[in-house]
């Protein structure tokens, strides 16, 4: 039977990333951005105003993925 190599990879290789709601206002938030990265385990997530999920759903991601590097 033949060797197979073990696959290797780094950090946020291999990420999923969910966007939830509207819910009910909380703080004036309505809506949930997760961020999960399935090598470590880790996961970010934050709540986001309704102007915030429209325009600024990268970037909120972007903010998160740095933040979970730290």
Do not use: C, H
């Not at 809506?31 to 996961?43: E, N, P």
């Amino acid at each position: 039977m033949p060797l197979q190599g073990i696959l290797e990879v780094e950090l946020f290789d291999v990420w999923g990333i969910d966007f939830m709601g509207p819910f009910i206002s909380s703080f004036n938030n309505k809506y949930i951005l997760m961020a999960d990265d399935y090598v470590s385990k880790k996961f970010r997530d934050a709540s986001l105003t309704a102007k915030d999920a429209t325009s600024g759903i990268l970037q909120s991601y972007r903010i998160m993925k740095d933040a979970s590097l730290r």
